[in-house]
C-alpha cells in the first residue's frame, strides 16, 4: 500500500519527452490499469485510442493547438497518445471516463513513463477534421472525445517539483 500512496503523491505532469517511443510492456500494463477503472454500474464505457504513429500524434497535436489558438506543440512531444472517449448517451459516461483518465496517469508513473492530461478533447473531434478522423476509428455520434493522455519517456526539465498543497484542500464536517 506505501507504494501506491508514494505513486500518487510523487506523480507529476510531465511537459518534456525523448523521442523513445513507448515499450509494449509498459504500454500494455498502463492500458490493462486503465480498464480496471471505476465505472458506473461496471458498464466500462469509456473507449481509448491509442496512437503511436508519428504522423497522427502530430496531426491531433496540431488539432488541439488549433483549439488552443497556437502553433505550439500541446502534446509536448509525447511518441504516444492515448485518446480516451466518453459515452454520452450513459449517464456516468463523463465521470467513467475521468477515471479512465485518472488511471492511465497513474499507472504511467508506476511504470516509469511520463504522462499528461491534455484538455479539449470535445472540441478535437468536433473540428471536420476530428470527426473525420473519430469516424475512422469506429466511433458512433454517441462518443465524444474527453482528453488525451500523452505518454512517454521523461526528457531532463520535462516533470517539475510538486507545489505545496494548499490551505483548506480538506475540510472536516
Not at 76 to 98: I, L
Not at 106 to 128: D, T, Y
Request: glycine share 10%; hydrophobic share 40%.
Amino acid at each position: 500500500m506505501k507504494e501506491t500512496l508514494t505513486d500518487l503523491k510523487t506523480r507529476r505532469s510531465c511537459r518534456k519527452y525523448t523521442a523513445e517511443q513507448v515499450s509494449e510492456d509498459a504500454l500494455e500494463a498502463v492500458l490493462e490499469a486503465a480498464t480496471y477503472a471505476p465505472t458506473g454500474h461496471g458498464q466500462q464505457s469509456p473507449v481509448m485510442v491509442v496512437v503511436q504513429d508519428s504522423a497522427t500524434v502530430a496531426r491531433l497535436s496540431a488539432l488541439n493547438a488549433q483549439v488552443m489558438g497556437t502553433n505550439r506543440d500541446p502534446f509536448y512531444g509525447a511518441p504516444t497518445a492515448v485518446v480516451v472517449f466518453e459515452d454520452t448517451s450513459n449517464s456516468t459516461g463523463h465521470e467513467d471516463a475521468c477515471m479512465v483518465m485518472a488511471n492511465l496517469l497513474n499507472a504511467a508513473h508506476a511504470v516509469g513513463l511520463g504522462s499528461c492530461w491534455i484538455n479539449r478533447g470535445k472540441q478535437m473531434f468536433e473540428l471536420p477534421e476530428g470527426a473525420e478522423i473519430k469516424a475512422t476509428w469506429g466511433l458512433g455520434d454517441n462518443m465524444a472525445g474527453l482528453a488525451v493522455c500523452i505518454l512517454g519517456y521523461p526528457a531532463e526539465g520535462g516533470i517539475l517539483s510538486p507545489k505545496p498543497r494548499k490551505e483548506g484542500y480538506i475540510i472536516r464536517a
